[in-house]
């Protein structure tokens, strides 16, 4: 075993604890200025991206399955539309999306989480920050996004679509754009999203946040009229090299 894969091991033994209750303070000190690094970490490198669009999906298509070729053909045409691309950093979903970017000549970002087996940032990355928490990637992938395209994925894309559509809701961020691409897959989903409304657990309107199709000219459009009636003008910061920016 190589020595980071040894390291990931390592950390991932102090975060598993972590969640096993109270711990001593300077333990819970010790998570807590580990959690800083990485907010600030991620801060610094991602500050001067511009207005960006995240791509969420699964790492584990390949570059011939029709989705990673989907999601490489909406990335680019979100790029022409301005937009940088920020993903997870990782294979799959990820790198096709980050390779549309680069196709496009857009800003290709990746945030890629350290996990005890490897998961290396994809060759298509301008950019991109290496973060040891999940909940820490999250708020990077959303903070820097005018919108959201959630390609077909399991576990954590599902976290990640429903993270942006309670954040919608509740009015944490501005109405921008959903897109599920992929209705056969997601078809399930959406079915269930219509028992919580038929239950009301969610309200009729909820379903004005998304738009579900496999068509890209439809996820364009949704995306360029959200973008234009919710978005806000986006201060313009410029780098101070004596903090190591650029």
Same mark, same amino acid.
């Given at each position: 075993?190589?020595?980071?894969?040894?390291?990931?091991?390592?950390?991932?033994?102090?975060?598993?604890g972590?969640?096993?209750?109270?711990?001593?303070?300077?333990?819970? #000190?010790?998570?807590?200025?580990?959690?800083?690094?990485?907010? #600030?970490?991620?801060?610094?490198?991602?500050?001067?991206?511009?207005?960006?669009?995240?791509?969420?999906?699964?790492?584990?298509?390949?570059?011939?399955?029709a989705?990673?070729?989907?999601?490489?053909? *909406?990335?680019?045409r979100?790029?022409? #539309?301005?937009?940088?691309?920020?993903?997870?950093g990782?294979?799959?979903?990820?790198?096709?999306?980050?390779?549309?970017?680069?196709?496009?000549?857009?800003?290709?970002?990746? *945030?890629?989480?350290?996990?005890?087996?490897?998961?290396?940032?994809?060759p298509?990355?301008?950019? =991109?920050?290496?973060?040891?928490?999940?909940?820490?990637?999250?708020?990077?992938?959303?903070?820097?996004?005018?919108?959201? *395209?959630?390609?077909?994925?399991?576990?954590?894309?599902?976290?990640?679509?429903?993270?942006? #559509?309670?954040?919608i809701q509740?009015?944490?961020?501005?109405?921008?754009?959903?897109?599920?691409?992929?209705?056969?897959? =997601?078809?399930?989903?959406?079915?269930?999203?219509?028992?919580?409304?038929?239950?009301?657990?969610?309200?009729?309107?909820?379903?004005?946040?998304?738009?579900?199709?496999?068509?890209?000219?439809?996820?364009?459009?949704?995306?360029?009229?959200?973008?234009?009636?919710?978005?806000?003008r986006?201060?313009?910061?410029?780098?101070? =090299? =004596?903090?190591?920016?650029?």
């Amino acid at each position: 075993m190589t020595e980071p894969q040894t390291e990931k091991k390592q950390n991932s033994k102090l975060d598993v604890g972590y969640l096993q209750g109270p711990h001593s303070r300077w333990y819970e #000190l010790r998570f807590i200025l580990i959690v800083l690094f990485d907010f #600030l970490k991620g801060y610094r490198k991602l500050h001067f991206l511009g207005p960006c669009i995240t791509v969420f999906g699964s790492a584990r298509f390949g570059e011939d399955h029709a989705y990673y070729k989907m999601a490489r053909e *909406v990335s680019a045409r979100i790029g022409k #539309l301005g937009f940088g691309i920020v993903t997870g950093g990782g294979p799959g979903i990820m790198e096709a999306a980050n390779r549309g970017a680069q196709d496009a000549g857009a800003k290709s970002i990746g *945030v890629n989480i350290t996990l005890p087996f490897e998961q290396d940032p994809n060759p298509y990355l301008d950019r =991109w920050v290496e973060i040891r928490y999940f909940f820490v990637r999250k708020v990077l992938l959303f903070k820097y996004s005018f919108g959201f *395209v959630i390609m077909p994925g399991g576990f954590g894309t599902i976290d990640e679509m429903f993270e942006a #559509l309670t954040l919608i809701q509740t009015k944490k961020i501005p109405w921008f754009p959903v897109v599920l691409m992929g209705k056969d897959y =997601w078809q399930p989903i959406i079915d269930q999203m219509h028992t919580m409304r038929g239950k009301r657990t969610i309200s009729p309107e909820d379903d004005d946040m998304l738009c579900i199709t496999d068509d890209v000219e439809e996820a364009m459009a949704f995306i360029e009229s959200k973008v234009s009636a919710f978005a806000t003008r986006q201060r313009r910061f410029r780098p101070i =090299w =004596w903090l190591g920016e650029k």
